[in-house]
């Protein structure tokens, strides 16, 4: 969606500023049942938004995001990061400069390698279009209570085995076929059993010496 597209839908006044953005993305996140504080003191300056979305964020808004004003939202993010452990938010539109919008984007890309940084542009994602179902509120406070947790899964293993077979297509179709084979032989045998009228011995036969 064009920004004005979306300052339109939004009912932005014409002559909108940055704070309207920030109250409109606050609005959001309250709506999704997120807590939300606009103009907080951290660390020296005021950060524009502090909720508990994702855990924790520190969201710095600017009208229009290109490469300077995202460099310039990551440096008073880190800032206002400085001894805790929120996430911190770069959130605007993505610039109407067309010849911008590249570098707009490879900057995004560039600082979000820090896995601490998160760059949104607003009009280009749903959830925070004009006029888009939100979550519903009390789902999103049940999910995001701190007393719940999910149990940590190993993962390694199973990680190790998408990249064997990532590497080696032609081993997982081998493992494939073979567990294909064995499936076919156990229903053959089923429908054997069953067509005898002995599934309960072929099934519960005890082993043989």
Request: glycine share 6%; net charge neutral; proline share 5%.
């Amino acid at each position: 969606m064009l920004p004005s597209q979306f300052i339109e839908a939004a009912g932005f006044p014409n002559r909108w500023q940055e704070r309207d953005l920030q109250e409109y993305l606050a609005k959001r996140l309250t709506e999704r049942g997120f807590h939300t504080q606009t103009e907080v003191q951290a660390n020296g300056g005021r950060a524009d938004i502090v909720t508990n979305w994702q855990g924790g964020a520190i969201v710095e808004v600017k009208k229009y995001l290109d490469r300077d004003t995202i460099y310039q939202a990551v440096g008073q993010l880190n800032l206002y990061g400085l001894n805790n452990t929120h996430k911190l938010v770069v959130m605007g539109f993505l610039t109407p400069d067309a010849k911008g919008q590249p570098s707009a984007l490879h900057t995004a890309s560039f600082v979000e390698q820090n896995p601490r940084i998160q760059v949104v542009f607003v009009n280009t994602e749903d959830e925070w279009l004009p006029g888009k179902r939100m979550a519903s509120s009390m789902l999103v406070q049940f999910f995001s209570l701190p007393k719940l947790s999910l149990p940590k899964l190993d993962l390694g293993s199973f990680i190790w085995w998408f990249r064997v077979a990532k590497a080696n297509p032609m081993l997982m179709v081998i493992v494939a076929t073979l567990l294909s084979v064995m499936v076919s032989l156990m229903l053959r045998e089923l429908n054997y059993c069953q067509q005898t009228n002995q599934v309960w011995s072929c099934l519960f036969s005890p082993p043989i010496n």
